[in-house]
């Protein structure tokens, strides 16, 4: 590419806008918007994502070439600001920001202060006071010593600790000048002696160096581990941002904070933010001093709080959404340095979405699409059972919403360890970014240290997790792997649970419970159910689990399983139906002894479910399962034997072990189950039949509405479906004739084998629906067990990107959705009033559902607390996909 070909890589922040995120990066497109729209912010430019991409692959020489560019830049910022860069009189100084074009908090490096020298320093001095100038001095040292030349950063921390001890005070901010120029010289040394290099006094040179250490940072380790957990690519990079510095840190006029819009934690409509006096933008983030609420810097300067509330509805009106901002007053002036859409928890991004559309902010519409699936079900995550509430040890700032119980541990990497094995609660000090792995693999965070805009803090509410942070009561020691509190004693491996709604630590562990949804959510899901062509059911078969997917909003039973009429105490019965030597044992034992217990259970799932569809499942297990193991029964045989017992005790453990033997399969998926059991004993269907019939029957006599509709599971052939059909309509004449009523009751499929998808169109000639049972058809599809897949080698799949995503967790679109979409296609073609759905478990997966919208099905059949997830999932597919 010849010279004036080459791409742009350098923009000044009038020259972007926020549509640019992909090349200046979040921040940068941001500020370059803030400053198109007169929002004030100090001047500057951003390097771009693509200079990012191509310092990666050429290095210094490509700095060297765009260089003119850069200067050309800084000579603007001159301009612009009346000072200059390295000069003695009235020097400039910049900061050098890293901005990825999606927000990865605190795991890039920044650089501030960049262009103080020996000299310059003295110019500072003469404008702002010599205090103010050394604090900045040093606070470069200790940043670019750290990030650019990579001196452990604990070194700086050290001396200054010794410093504040020498002096005699607490807070850095209480450091005289005298001691600031005292460190100054300490830290050049510090860089000396670890690097065998100068601090460079070069201003320019020290924009260079930072400039590729932000670069270089997105290959550092934290970030590179984020981006794994978040699953962000790695080739997108990072943009560098040259800011000129504005000042929070020049005496107590001076300051430096951040705002949300709403609140992060509960989306209440209020400015909720966090003020440091005298201080810069790093001491906040880092959750080194605890800051003061909002609102103190209301009562301290109301002004000042009053543009800064201006700004904030402002930036929340031109964005449509709740921005964090970050500000810096100096002396009196407002100035902000970063806008972005706040993160914030589930229960407020429910909060907000509603309250904006009902503000006339956003439509209902942007309300449904705003709130992600993933955020609903963490919203119906667990929280303390309040009948085993205990008295908290200790109350910290609730960081991040929802309970976990889990067992103490101090490290990081630990908690990456032993969280595989069993719930941990990570507690620390402080997190940093080297503690995201352990935040990841732990349950809960708890922190002695830091704000609700600390690292921890922001980190836990993106991942949902339940966090406490500045729960200064906590004394924790490190060596000793331990934390005291009052008179308690923690140890590693002790059970605490934490409730990160209320702040509260509590000793041992606690039972949590599902909560309930707000009313916001009842709203936003209502607003759902009005966009959503699909219907949502629920899979359920225990009448506590029906009555919790009805109050979730199923419109129906997708899937009532049947096999737990057979276990329990029906087992023996069960197991007399299949020891029985001939057919009119078995059908006595079933007609008189099974199918009346089985009448009740029937009705009161439809009791439960009147007035909706509820499709019940036949059976459908393999009957060795309700047999005894075979290695053990063979044993126990061996046992009797060798003890010499005889007679009728031995005589029924033979007669057990031939029929255990009998129905031995090497392949007991591919085996005696599904509807071939009903095939070959149409006694035990038959059972069934007349018992959902008779309890619907009987129900109906009573006045209610019972809509039962029968499911045959497995079916590969249409010839399958006519046989249990006339055994259905057999049993149904005989019952409404006996009963004197008739009930109208539906006779289904389920499509989850190959065979029955490719021969839809015949199956639908025989039925009222089809139900694609997706769990057994990605068995029968991949080949692959749903038992043992998982467990045995499906993740080395996924690990090595062989398949993208768990294909029992999210359909395997191209294989198994495309058998899906042909015999959706084919069976409406020949019966259009077919009602097909699904009820495998991606029928509460959001992504299956989207496809499930798109081949045009009826309706998604998912778990009970999953059904508000599907109830958002499938408007927001209708929304993307209109059909
Ligand atoms: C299925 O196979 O998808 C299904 C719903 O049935 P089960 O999980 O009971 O085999
Ligand atoms: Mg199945």
């Not at 900061?95 to 795991?107: D, F, L």
């Not at 010593?145 to 950063?153: E, F, K, L, Q, T």
């Not at 149409?682 to 029968?710: C, D, M, T, V």
């Amino acid at each position: 590419m010849s010279q004036h070909e080459r791409p742009k890589y350098v923009y000044s922040f009038e020259e972007g806008s926020a549509g640019m995120k992909r090349l200046l990066g979040g921040k940068g497109a941001n500020l370059a918007e803030m400053t198109r729209i007169g929002v004030p912010v100090p001047p500057g430019f951003t390097l771009t994502t693509k200079a990012c991409i191509e310092y990666m692959r050429r290095g210094r020489e490509f700095i060297d070439e765009i260089w003119p560019e850069v200067l050309k830049h800084i000579r603007k910022l001159e301009e612009k600001t009346g000072r200059k860069f390295g000069g003695v009189e009235r020097p400039l100084l910049v900061s050098v920001r890293s901005g990825a074009p999606v927000s990865m908090p605190g795991m890039m490096d920044t650089v501030l202060n960049v262009g103080l020298n020996d000299e310059t320093v003295k110019g500072l001095a003469k404008l702002a006071g010599e205090r103010f100038a050394y604090d900045s001095y040093r606070r470069l040292l200790s940043m670019y010593g750290s990030i650019v030349m990579g001196v452990p950063r604990e070194e700086f921390e050290r001396l200054l600790e010794e410093k504040k001890r020498k002096y005699g005070v607490k807070a850095d901010a209480e450091l005289p000048a005298e001691a600031l120029r005292e460190l100054v010289e300490e830290y050049k040394r510090l860089i000396k002696e670890r690097t065998g290099r100068e601090f460079p006094q070069n201003p320019l040179e020290q924009v260079k160096m930072a400039v590729e250490a932000v670069f270089r940072s997105w290959n550092g380790r934290r970030a590179v581990k984020y981006r794994r957990i978040h699953g962000i690519p790695d080739d997108l990079g990072t943009a560098v941002n040259i800011v000129a510095m504005v000042f929070g840190n020049m005496g107590w006029d001076s300051g430096t904070g951040v705002a949300f819009t709403r609140n992060p934690a509960t989306g209440e409509n209020r400015v909720y933010g966090e003020y440091l006096p005298n201080a810069q933008g790093e001491d906040v983030v880092a959750g080194i001093r605890t800051p003061m609420h909002i609102d103190e810097l209301g009562r301290r300067h109301p002004e000042l709080y009053k543009q800064l509330i201006d700004v904030c509805r402002r930036l929340e009106r031109h964005y449509r959404d709740m921005q964090d901002i970050e500000f810096t007053v100096e002396q009196g002036r407002l100035w902000i340095l970063q806008t972005r859409t706040g993160k914030r928890t589930p229960l407020a991004a429910v909060k907000m979405a509603v309250d904006m559309a009902e503000e006339g902010l956003i439509t209902r519409e942007e309300a449904v699409l705003r709130v992600s699936p993933e955020d609903v079900e963490k919203l119906l995550h667990k929280q303390v059972d309040p009948s085993a509430r205990k008295e908290p040890v200790a109350k910290g700032l609730p960081a991040s919403p929802g309970a976990a119980v889990g067992k103490v541990v101090f490290d990081s990497d630990e908690a990456e360890e032993l969280g595989k094995r069993e719930p941990v609660i990570l507690v620390r000090p402080e997190t940093t970014p080297e503690d995201v792995g352990g935040m990841a693999a732990s349950q809960g965070i708890l922190t002695a240290r830091g704000g609700m805009t600390s690292h921890a803090a922001v980190v836990a509410r993106g991942m949902g997790k339940p966090c406490i942070v500045g729960c200064e009561a906590i004394k924790i020691d490190l060596e000793k792997e331990e934390f005291r509190v009052g008179d308690l004693v923690v140890k590693k491996g002790d059970w605490i649970t934490i409730d990160g709604s209320t702040g509260e630590v509590m000793a041992g562990k606690l039972p949590l419970v599902e909560p309930k949804p707000t009313a916001e959510l009842e709203k936003l899901l209502k607003w759902a159910d009005e966009i959503r062509d699909l219907g949502v059911y629920a899979n359920a078969d225990l009448p506590a689990d029906i009555a919790k997917a009805i109050e979730l909003g199923a419109e129906g039973i997708g899937l009532a399983r049947t096999e737990h009429m057979f276990l329990g105490d029906r087992l023996p019965i069960f197991q007399r139906v299949i020891l029985a030597e001939t057919e009119e044992e078995r059908r006595r034992i079933l007609m008189e002894e099974l199918m009346p217990l089985q009448k009740e259970d029937f009705k009161e799932i439809l009791r439960i479910a009147d007035g909706k569809k509820t499709i019940i499942r036949l059976l459908d297990p393999p009957l060795h399962e309700f047999l005894p193991n075979i290695r053990e029964l063979l044993a126990e045989v061996a046992k009797l034997e060798a003890q010499g017992v005889r007679g009728e005790e031995l005589e029924e453990k033979r007669r057990l072990l031939k029929k255990v033997e009998d129905l031995y399969e090497f392949n007991p998926m591919l085996g005696f189950r599904v509807c071939r059991l009903g095939v070959v004993y149409p006694e035990i269907y038959e059972a069934q039949i007349r018992a959902i019939l008779e309890a619907a029957a009987e129900l109906r006599k009573q006045g209610l509405n019972p809509r039962p509709a029968i499911m045959i599971p497995g079916v590969i052939h249409k010839r399958e479906l006519e046989e249990l059909k006339k055994l259905v309509e057999k049993v149904a004449k005989e019952v409404f004739e006996r009963e004197g009523v008739e009930v109208d009751y539906e006779y289904g499929t389920m499509i989850e084998m190959p065979r029955a998808a490719l021969t839809a169109d015949e199956l639908a000639e025989v039925v009222d629906f089809f139900s694609f049972g997706t769990n057994d058809l990605t068995q029968t599809v991949l080949g692959m067990s749903r038992d043992d897949a998982e467990r045995r080698f499906l993740h080395v799949y996924i690990e090595k990107g062989i398949l993208p995503e768990n294909p029992f967790k999210t359909l395997d679109i191209k294989g198994v959705g495309q058998l899906m979409k042909m015999a959706v296609e084919k069976s409406k073609r020949v019966k259009p009033t077919l009602e097909i759905g699904i009820c495998g478990e991606h029928g509460g997966d959001p992504k299956s559902i989207e496809f499930c919208h798109k081949i045009g099905m009826d309706y998604v059949s998912a778990s009970p607390f999953r059904i508000p997830v599907a109830r958002l999932a499938a408007a927001q597919a209708k929304l993307k996909h209109r059909r």
